[in-house]
């Protein structure tokens, strides 16, 4: 179209429309009106500041809390992130990694633990689960969250169990987005 004002492209638009759908004379200033304003409203819209984003995901820092995944785990088993929270600059990853059901945590991109099952995950059908536990207080003021005692569960029964001696304080990563299935963007974890 090459046009740049709202008036121009309503023109534009009203111009193609009447040349390929029959309209009375009458109904033609409405259209026109109708047009215009739209255009003139999304040109506003365009040139306006983008709305800010903000990711949306339950506040999970210093707080207990446990995620439940139903799986299928094919025969020859599998690989792959159930659910992840945050980014490479902190979060956590729940995934399958060798076979075994894996919990990642990244302290602020400085420090990584893991917590692994002490098993194999078994093939079928399942509910693959992890529990966060607290188990002391936060000291913000050094920027330490909470340690905590990190429970792996498949359908309810224990396989594995590990401590985190320090988490975030504040806030799981700068996009702290949640992914079910993946670790989209910038990993939690790295690849070990």
């Given at each position: 179209?090459?046009?740049?004002s709202p008036?121009?492209?309503?023109?534009?638009?009203?111009?193609?429309?009447?040349?390929?759908?029959?309209?009375?004379?009458?109904?033609?200033?409405?259209?026109?009106?109708?047009?215009?304003?739209?255009?003139?409203?999304?040109?506003?819209?365009?040139?306006?500041?983008p709305p800010?984003?903000?990711?949306?995901?339950?506040?999970l820092?210093?707080?207990?809390?446990s995620v439940?995944?139903?799986?299928?785990?094919?025969?020859?088993?599998?690989?792959?992130?159930l659910?992840?929270?945050?980014?490479?600059?902190?979060?956590?990853?729940?995934?399958?990694?060798?076979?075994?059901?894996?919990?990642?945590?990244?302290?602020?991109?400085?420090?990584?633990?893991?917590v692994?099952?002490?098993?194999?995950?078994?093939e079928?059908?399942?509910?693959f689960?992890f529990?966060?536990?607290?188990?002391?207080?936060?000291?913000?003021?050094?920027?330490?969250?909470?340690?905590?005692s990190?429970?792996?569960?498949?359908?309810?029964?224990p396989?594995?169990?590990?401590?985190?001696?320090?988490?975030?304080?504040l806030?799981?990563?700068?996009s702290?987005?949640?992914?079910?299935?993946?670790?989209?963007?910038a990993?939690?974890?790295?690849?070990?």
């Amino acid at each position: 179209m090459g046009t740049s004002s709202p008036t121009e492209l309503a023109t534009e638009v009203v111009a193609s429309f009447v040349s390929n759908n029959p309209l009375p004379k009458s109904e033609l200033p409405a259209l026109i009106h109708a047009i215009h304003a739209t255009v003139a409203r999304l040109a506003a819209e365009q040139n306006s500041a983008p709305p800010q984003i903000e990711p949306k995901a339950p506040r999970l820092v210093n707080v207990p809390h446990s995620v439940s995944v139903h799986a299928n785990v094919p025969k020859g088993g599998a690989e792959g992130v159930l659910f992840s929270m945050g980014g490479v600059d902190g979060g956590f990853a729940f995934y399958v990694q060798g076979g075994k059901l894996t919990y990642g945590y990244n302290y602020v991109a400085d420090q990584r633990f893991k917590v692994q099952s002490d098993k194999a995950i078994p093939e079928g059908d399942h509910i693959f689960s992890f529990e966060f536990k607290p188990t002391g207080k936060a000291d913000i003021a050094k920027g330490k969250g909470v340690p905590a005692s990190v429970t792996l569960l498949v359908d309810g029964a224990p396989v594995g169990k590990g401590d985190l001696p320090v988490t975030i304080p504040l806030s799981l990563g700068l996009s702290a987005g949640v992914c079910v299935g993946s670790d989209a963007g910038a990993p939690v974890m790295c690849r070990s």
